[in-house]
């Protein structure tokens, strides 16, 4: 492992890689995958690295301790668990470490977010899909093998339930207002 925390998550790349575009459902579709695959490896690499950085942390608190109860009866300090404490908690080589580890935890929750952001982005797709079927089938370029009659009555029965729910919706935002 790295000696330093590694930004693994491009935030400008991040932006471009969950961009959505509806004009272009099928290059939706086909990125979605790749890229949950790229942002999952991240996101393990992330949490392996937080994980190492914690290691780290309890390492160099553990040797600093030994230290503390070396090195303070040489120079006449008597040696309680509070002296130790102080002496661990200010020392710099721990204060690199923790903040090592906490740049490692921002980056670990970064690449979280970049997943959500992802499966936000792949319930945009499947919404955009279905208006885009429902655009379709209403006008009459949906050609799923149904005749034009049969076509007709499924533009019908479509529009008919596109009047309920949005009677629906009319009717509960009434209630609650």
Not at 96 to 110: E, G, M, P, Q, T
Not at 112 to 138: F, G, P
Not at 150 to 171: C, D, N
Request: aromatic share 6%; glycine share 6%.
């Amino acid at each position: 492992m790295s000696s330093e925390v590694q930004n693994l998550i491009d935030a400008h790349q991040l932006k471009a890689d969950v961009a959505f575009n509806a004009t272009d459902l099928d290059a939706m579709w086909a990125s979605q995958a790749a890229l949950y695959v790229r942002y999952g490896v991240l996101a393990a690499r992330a949490e392996h690295q937080s994980n190492a950085f914690k290691n780290r942390l309890a390492i160099v608190e553990a040797e600093l301790g030994k230290e503390a109860r070396d090195e303070l009866p040489k120079s006449g300090v008597k040696v309680t668990e509070g002296t130790v404490t102080e002496y661990v908690q200010s020392h710099d080589r721990r204060l690199k470490a923790f903040s090592d580890y906490n740049r490692s935890i921002l980056v670990f929750n970064l690449s979280k977010t970049a997943l959500e952001a992802l499966r936000q982005r792949r319930d945009m797709i499947v919404q955009a899909s279905k208006h885009h079927l429902e655009q379709a089938v209403m006008r009459g370029d949906f050609k799923g093998g149904a005749v034009p009659a049969a076509r007709a009555e499924e533009r019908k029965a479509m529009l008919e339930g596109l009047e309920r729910q949005s009677k629906r919706e009319q009717t509960m935002e009434e209630s609650e207002g």
